[in-house]
């Protein structure tokens, strides 16, 4: 009962897999890892750094600069996660805008930036005991988790959704602009060469259109507990 397992899941953007990561390592006592914050904080280096816009991308020189970025994730208590860090400054807010969502598809689709954050990915979790979410978890990163999980949902929810939480921010955006990066997302996400979202064939699928949030982790604890049982 005490052995730790990997839960791996993975799904289409704004299906709520950090929400759930959160509640089961927060009730396991595991590492919440969302490594969707990772191709996001690589996505503002390179805006940082004019490697990537709205009409360009100079792939060659964030290759050559790829190692100027440096990543941490550091636990923040008041908030019961860990935060992630570029460079060694909190980049929480700044990877959570429009603008960053409307180029991480992009910057996420390059394989050797792929190969960096995998390789920290796989590092952080070699240890087992660990929630990770993001598009590639269960296929690429944690090939063996015991627990695999697949979230979908409408994007029209997924976008409804996203766009409370922007507003609930205070960003400016509409509804509209938000539906069109999320479809915008799915469809690169979907079909990259590299690592594209797929579900697992040992992934178990949850469609969250219709479930709240309570209902939905108390269905996938029952499995998580059922795992625990088994290792
Ligand atoms: O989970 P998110 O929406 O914050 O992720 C942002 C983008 O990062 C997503 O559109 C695709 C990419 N991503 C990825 O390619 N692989 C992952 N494991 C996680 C995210």
Known sequence: MNRKITIAIDGYSST???TIAKQLANKLGYVYVDSGAMYRAMTLFAMNNKFVGPSFLDKESLLQNLE????DFQFNASLGFAEMYLNGKNVEKEIRTLDVSNLVSTIAAISEVRKKLVAIQKEIGKNKGVVMDGRDIGTVVFT???LKLFMTSSA???AQRRYDELIEKGQDVSYEQVLKNVLERDHIDTTRKDSPLIKADDAIEIDNSSLTKEEQFAMILK???EKLRNV
């Not at 100027?68 to 990543?71: E, K, V, Y």
């Open 68 to 71: 100027d970025a440096t990543l």
């Open 16 to 18: 709520g897999k950090s």
């Open 144 to 146: 063996d988790a015991e």
């Open 223 to 225: 499995l998580v507990e």
């Open 156 to 158: 029209e929810t997924r």
